[in-house]
């Protein structure tokens, strides 16, 4: 029972912050609401240290905490941290709510915190509802402005490509249970690796990664990102762009990891799909002038990216795929709080609007230009080392027009990251200000800075232990 109680402490940390914060919203104090949410940051990541080799299956079979589901955790609080910080004092969250924003960050990191040890069907449907539901109702919290309701827009087409997706996921779910009699992820993969030659097979499984592949942003899922990076805050953007795609590469790599190595159905959907995601993004990318669009369409490039490890389906690939979307979450945060300090009261940034960062704040600049060094797959940072394990795993398995498809797409994206460095870095800053900084963003400015060129110069003791905790997940492939 203890060892169970051990092993639950992290979600029990949460569960009790997001009820304080319940109670600090009656009262509407934002200031409290944000220590609140640091201390529930610290302290979930605490206990995620001191549970994080505890290994356990609760309710009958349903949730199970193994290695696998810890790392993702203090990944996951790490970002949360990062998130609360970036955030500030959310210039642009009507002020009248700013306190119910943080216990819906706090009730969004919670489902993708249950997300990650879920292995029965309808586990997995509650986690994924409640890691999304709140961040609908984040992206519509954002003030309006000059009389334009664009987060409205926003958040509306989020929350029905979401329903639409996850009301796909549902109809190939019910086809698998049909086809398996279970709803248990481990047994109901087992008795249908038999009959993944099936059409109901294939069309069960195809429509069940909709809802997963929706929270990646990977095509044909894809719509809705660029307009509610634009329409939802700074701070919203950058949850929305990092965390939720942990929640939806755990699910995955539990998934796809039962499948045979043999099998042949499975890696070439997720292949086409991955080709698809990075020719689409990085294509459309080319023509952005607003930052967050740009980083919209950026994303969906990446999701076909880390679905090039799914695509080799072996560990190698899968252990290749959780590093590039932890990166990723790293360097797509770091992105974010370069463009929420940019930002005059909260409004969208463009390129234009980083001219002469350089001059106007040397570390903000420093730190955008490693992110997006980073997210290019430029040496020595951790976009590089994490795209070349990518294509390892994937030249390994024989994917040889994929790993080719990757690299030419990998050269497109140079070129607008480039433009966001030169606005920074080669042009005149005009009669634009300084910007100052306080020391928690200079503090978050430099630990990003130091953690993602150190995964890349020094990646081996994470990539070890991301392959030791697969091992505690039930691969086929093993």
């Not at 959907?269 to 990075?278: E, N, P």
């Amino acid at each position: 029972m203890l060892s169970h109680f051990i092993a639950f402490l992290p979600e029990l940390v949460l569960l009790t912050g997001a009820l304080a914060l319940f109670g600090i919203t009656l009262g509407s104090n934002t200031r409290h609401a944000k220590i609140a949410s640091l201390a529930i940051a610290a302290a979930f990541i605490a206990a995620v240290l001191f549970a994080f080799n505890a290994q356990a299956v609760l309710f009958d079979g349903a949730y199970r905490v193994d290695a696998f589901s810890q790392l993702l955790k203090l990944v996951v609080g790490i970002g949360y941290f990062l998130v609360i910080l970036l955030g500030r004092s959310l210039d642009d969250i009507r002020q009248d709510i700013r306190a119910e924003y943080y216990l819906f960050l706090a009730l969004g990191v919670t489902g993708l915190t249950f997300l990650f040890s879920s292995i029965e069907l309808i586990t997995i449907v509650v986690s994924l509802e409640l890691s999304s539901f709140p961040l609908y109702l984040m992206v519509a919290m954002r003030r309006e402005r000059d009389g334009q309701r664009v987060q409205m827009e926003s958040a509306i087409k989020y929350m029905m490509f979401g329903i639409a997706a996850n009301g796909i996921m549902f109809f190939g779910l019910s086809y698998l249970f049909g086809l398996t009699g279970s709803t248990s992820l481990p047994v109901m993969l087992a008795r249908l690796e038999p009959q993944l030659g099936n059409p109901l097979a294939i069309v069960g499984l195809a429509l069940s990664f909709a809802g997963i592949l929706y929270k990646m942003a990977v095509f044909p899922f894809h719509f809705w990102t660029p307009d509610v990076y634009q329409g939802a805050s700074n701070e919203t953007a950058g949850l929305v762009a990092s965390l939720p795609k942990l929640g939806a590469v755990a699910v995955l790599t539990r998934f796809v990891g039962l499948a045979a190595p043999g099998d042949a159905t499975i890696p070439t959907l997720l292949a086409v799909l991955a080709t698809a995601s990075m020719c689409y993004g990085n294509l459309v990318a080319l023509v952005q002038t607003d930052v967050k669009r740009l980083l919209g369409f950026s994303g969906i490039a990446h999701a076909g990216y880390a679905l090039v490890g799914f695509v080799a389906l072996s560990q190698n690939g899968f252990a290749a795929a959780v590093f590039y979307i932890s990166g990723y979450v790293l360097m797509v945060l770091a992105a974010f709080f370069v463009i929420s300090r940019v930002s005059t009261d909260g409004a969208n940034v463009s390129l234009s609007d980083l001219a002469g960062l350089h001059k106007r704040s040397p570390l903000l600049a420093l730190t955008l230009g490693l992110a997006v060094f980073a997210l290019a797959g430029i040496p020595p940072f951790v976009g590089f080392i994490a795209k070349f394990s990518l294509l390892s795993a994937a030249l390994a398995q024989g994917w040889l027009w994929l790993v080719i498809v990757t690299v030419v797409n990998s050269a497109i994206a140079i070129y607008y990251y480039l433009k966001i460095v030169k606005e920074a870095y080669f042009t005149d800053a005009g009669d634009r200000p300084a910007i100052t900084t306080d020391f928690a963003t200079n503090a978050a400015c430099v630990a990003l800075l130091v953690v993602i060129t150190a995964l890349g110069i020094a990646p081996g003791k994470l990539m070890e232990m991301i392959a030791a905790s697969l091992t505690t997940v039930d691969l086929a492939l093993k």
